[in-house]
């Protein structure tokens, strides 16, 4: 099911033949491999079992969405690799204009307002980041240089090259010393609700909650909570709902930015998503085990 540019790059090449299947239509009779749409899987994965796929592949790294509903007669895999690098700066985005102001200032400019204040650095600022990951990898790899004290934070304490990761377990107590908190995990059983009240509770006043992961991991009640006090700032790629309705009040806090969940949503995901749907063709035509699988009968 590729559409659109994924489909016109991938047709005519690597001997594959490309078909669009609406799902709603008799579904072919034959897939070597399902591409489904991106940000929209169609979770009715048992409208597949006719064609018998050898490999079904989401445009996403997260699948909590699709596994909740897939059937388990064929492997799915993920799209890892494809959009870390997109997410990460976006991260890192969400993160300076928080802290240097840039929604307040772009809004005052439009009023014809000059008003100049100090405003937070990303300097010396102590980075809490949770999620080890191919995205919590790329994302402190691009703070590194702003000169942030880095804590990581991932499933179990361990020892790396790079130093301490710390167990998910300590992440209350870890708050208390963090002036940025940044989410980078996928959402599982584990990690919904992760970032509570007591979690939440625990950072620093004026400290800046992003959340580039799942909006589940977060406590939407909670963190509504403590921007609407003015405790706290958030910078949410993600919600919970998502989307969030209109009206809803994360959108009417002015120390909340919210983007629609497009971190990976850049120029660079089309060429990655391309090379990685052209090299499990390679793999499933050669008969070599696919790359990225998350789930398999």
């Given at each position: 099911?590729?559409?659109g540019p994924l489909q016109s790059a991938l047709e005519n090449s690597d001997r594959a033949t490309v078909?669009?299947?609406?799902?709603?239509?008799?579904?072919?009779?034959?897939?070597?491999?399902?591409?489904?749409?991106?940000?929209?899987?169609?979770?009715?994965?048992?409208?597949?079992?006719?064609?018998?796929?050898?490999?079904?592949?989401?445009?996403?790294?997260?699948?909590?969405?699709?596994?909740?509903?897939?059937?388990?007669?064929?492997?799915?895999?993920?799209?890892?690799?494809?959009?870390?690098?997109?997410?990460?700066?976006?991260?890192?985005?969400?993160?300076?204009?928080?802290?240097?102001?840039?929604?307040?200032?772009?809004?005052?400019?439009?009023?014809?307002?000059?008003?100049?204040?100090?405003?937070?650095?990303?300097?010396?600022?102590?980075?809490?980041?949770?999620?080890?990951?191919?995205?919590?990898?790329?994302?402190?790899?691009?703070?590194?240089?702003?000169?942030?004290?880095?804590?990581?934070?991932?499933?179990?304490?361990?020892?790396?090259?790079?130093?301490?990761?710390?167990?998910?377990s300590a992440l209350r107590d870890l708050a208390t010393h963090a002036d940025v908190l940044?989410?980078?995990?996928?959402?599982?059983?584990?990690?919904?609700?992760?970032?509570?009240?007591?979690?939440?509770?625990?950072?620093?006043?004026?400290?800046?909650?992003?959340?580039?992961?799942?909006?589940?991991?977060?406590?939407?009640?909670?963190?509504?909570?403590?921007?609407?006090?003015?405790?706290?700032?958030?910078?949410?790629?993600?919600?919970?709902?998502?989307?969030?309705?209109?009206?809803?009040?994360?959108?009417?806090?002015?120390?909340?930015?919210?983007?629609?969940?497009?971190?990976?949503?850049?120029?660079?995901?089309?060429?990655?998503?391309?090379?990685?749907?052209?090299?499990?063709?390679?793999?499933?035509?050669?008969?070599?085990?696919?790359?990225?699988?998350?789930?398999?009968?």
């Open positions: 099911m590729p559409t078909t669009v299947w609406d799902v709603d239509s008799p579904a072919p009779t034959q897939f070597d491999l399902v591409v489904l749409p991106y940000m929209n899987p169609d979770t009715r994965l048992h409208f597949l079992a006719s064609a018998a796929p050898r490999l079904v592949q989401t445009q996403t790294i997260g699948v909590d969405d699709l596994l909740a509903g897939a059937a388990d007669a064929f492997p799915v895999a993920n799209a890892a690799g494809v959009h870390e690098a997109s997410t990460a700066e976006h991260a890192l985005a969400l993160v300076l204009a928080s802290l240097r102001r840039i929604p307040e200032f772009r809004d005052d400019a439009r009023r014809g307002s000059w008003r100049p204040v100090f405003t937070d650095s990303l300097i010396d600022k102590r980075v809490l980041l949770v999620g080890t990951g191919g995205v919590g990898r790329a994302i402190e790899s691009r703070l590194t240089p702003f000169g942030v004290q880095i804590t990581r934070i991932g499933r179990t304490h361990r020892e790396t090259e790079s130093g301490v990761v710390h167990a998910v940044i989410l980078a995990v996928p959402l599982s059983t584990e990690t919904r609700g992760l970032v509570d009240e007591g979690v939440l509770g625990q950072l620093p006043d004026g400290a800046l909650v992003v959340n580039v992961a799942r909006g589940a991991v977060i406590d939407t009640r909670a963190l509504l909570d403590e921007v609407r006090a003015g405790r706290l700032r958030a910078a949410l790629d993600v919600t919970d709902p998502e989307p969030l309705p209109r009206g809803h009040e994360l959108f009417e806090q002015d120390n909340v930015l919210i983007t629609p969940h497009v971190g990976g949503a850049s120029s660079a995901m089309l060429p990655r998503m391309v090379a990685l749907v052209r090299d499990q063709i390679q793999r499933l035509d050669s008969g070599r085990a696919a790359l990225n699988v998350v789930s398999a009968p």
